[in-house]
């Protein structure tokens, strides 16, 4: 279990959100911390992505030559 402490804006703007839709306060923090993960998980990624390819220890390929090497080829 996770406790979170909200500016009283923020409560206020999630309240009222919750009361207009009829959800929980609790769907839309999970909601939002999920969207958040998804995007830092992209982030890390591609910055883990951009290293290896800095340090040459991956190699990039152009669209046709993955075409080619799958022989997609019309």
Excluded: P, W
């Amino acid at each position: 279990m996770i406790a979170v402490r909200l500016t009283a804006d923020l409560e206020k703007r999630l309240d009222e959100l919750a009361r207009k839709t009829g959800r929980t306060k609790t769907f839309y923090v999970r909601e939002a911390i999920v969207n958040y993960l998804d995007e830092i998980e992209d982030i890390y990624l591609a910055e883990k992505r951009l290293q290896s390819l800095v340090a040459e220890k991956s190699k990039t390929y152009t669209l046709e030559e993955v075409v080619k090497k799958l022989g997609l080829e019309d």
